[in-house]
C-alpha cells in the first residue's frame, strides 16, 4: 500500500512540473493541451487531497502539520493553474 505521503510526493512532482511560463501564450493548441493535462490529473489531485485531510483528521500520521501544508501547496497550485489557463483562454476567446 502507497503512503499518502509518498502519494503527494509523486502528485506534486508531476504537477509542479506543469508550467504556464513554457507556453507563454504561444497559441491556443498548446493552451488546449495543457487544460487537457490539468483535466487528467485533477482526479489525482483531488484523491490526495481528499485522503490526505482524512489522514490528518484521524491523526494517521506523526506529521500532521507538514502534511496539511504539502495539501495545501498541491490544491493552491492547482486552482492557481486553472485560473492562469482560464484567463489565457478568456483572452482567446
Known amino acids: 500500500m502507497i ?3 509518498s502519494c503527494c510526493t509523486v502528485v506534486c512532482r508531476q504537477f ?3 508550467s504556464l511560463a513554457a507556453l507563454t501564450l504561444t497559441g491556443f493548441v498548446d493552451v488546449q493541451k ?5 483535466s487528467e490529473i485533477m482526479p489525482d489531485v483531488t ?3 481528499k485522503t490526505g ?3 490528518v483528521e484521524r491523526k494517521q ?6 502534511l496539511t501544508s504539502q495539501i495545501d501547496a498541491i490544491k493552491q ?5 486553472g485560473a492562469q489557463v ?6 482567446f476567446l
Open 53 to 55: 485531510r482524512q489522514v
Open 34 to 38: 495543457f487544460y487537457k493535462t490539468l
Open 3 to 5: 503512503s499518502i505521503s
Open 16 to 18: 509542479f512540473s506543469l
Open 86 to 91: 482560464a484567463a489565457i483562454i478568456y483572452h
Open 61 to 66: 500520521v506523526d506529521f500532521p502539520a507538514v
Open 47 to 49: 484523491y490526495v487531497v
Open 77 to 81: 497550485h492547482f486552482n492557481d493553474l
